[in-house]
């Protein structure tokens, strides 16, 4: 299979790949740099959500450019991986979270447009995508086996909550989320699920606890331990994709795309 990987706050690049080479991909949206190489059996197409030092803050990602690189290098499914925020006093810094849902209300892109592909009135292909969960139950279960080889904690369901950055969320903010359901939150994934889901490109959400998000523990940790924790995570991630990626066959998607002009 080709699997997109794409990575997030301090994993700016991508440890362990065989032949790893560079290259930029031109697409409508804009130019991305990914990186190919093998794990295994499985070719690999990674991206940096934020580029290089952290070039693009949450608020300047450009989603629509980075999917539609993986969908130009014919990716077959997508695994995104991001550092996070706990709501959830049984969800502690330092453990995964492969998500099963998905809170992001707002729908929009970083520079508050609608978050969808469909842009234009009468545009072909356009439509709803329809699901009950928005992952990959198949591709879930994959990496919630291999979490089991990590030797760090995980939780195995949870619902993922975009929240717009880059300042991070108030209590009151946080207990509205909490409110809702949300397990964990951070301020990029939410349109890499809905893009790649009218794609109709499997997918699937792995985060890494990084903090307790405002009020949820009694004490706020230093900074430096969230950092401390986010350099920690590059390698977990790593390791977590080098034990389920090889071995992964075809997986399937979530929902289906009704479209309008079929």
């Known amino acids: ?32 740099t990914v990186t190919e190489g093998h794990l295994g059996d499985a070719e690999i197409v990674q991206l940096s959500r934020h580029g290089a030092g952290h070039h693009r803050l949450s608020s300047q990602v450009d989603h629509k450019a980075n999917l539609a690189a993986l969908l130009a290098c014919k990716t077959d499914a997508v695994v995104s991986f991001t550092v996070c925020g706990s709501l959830d006093p049984d969800l502690p810094p330092g453990s995964l979270v492969v998500f099963d849902d998905l809170y992001f209300p707002a729908n929009r892109l970083p520079d508050g447009t609608p978050c969808t592909w469909y842009d234009t009135p009468g545009e072909a292909g356009r439509g709803h995508w329809i699901f009950e969960k928005p992952f990959s139950e198949p591709l879930r279960q994959a990496l919630i086996t291999a979490a089991g080889q990590s030797g760090v904690p995980v939780a195995t369901q949870g619902v993922y909550g975009h929240v717009d950055g880059p300042r991070f969320n108030s209590r009151p903010e946080v207990a509205a989320l909490v409110s809702a359901g949300v397990s964990a939150v951070s301020q990029t994934a939410g349109p890499e699920v809905v893009l790649a889901g009218e794609a109709e490109l499997p997918m699937a959400l792995v985060g ?39 071995s992964l066959s075809a997986v399937s998607g979530a929902g289906f795309v009704y479209r309008f002009d079929t």
Request: hydrophobic share 45%.
């Open 208 to 246: 890494f606890v990084t903090d307790y998000a405002n009020g949820v523990a009694l004490e706020p940790e230093p900074v430096q331990v969230l950092l401390e924790r986010m350099e920690v995570s590059k390698e977990v991630f790593a390791a977590l994709a080098g034990h389920a990626l090889p």
């Open 1 to 32: 299979m080709r699997i997109g990987v794409i990575t997030g706050s301090g994993s700016y690049d991508w440890p362990h790949l065989e032949g790893a080479a560079e290259r930029t991909v031109v697409t409508d949206h804009g130019e991305v």
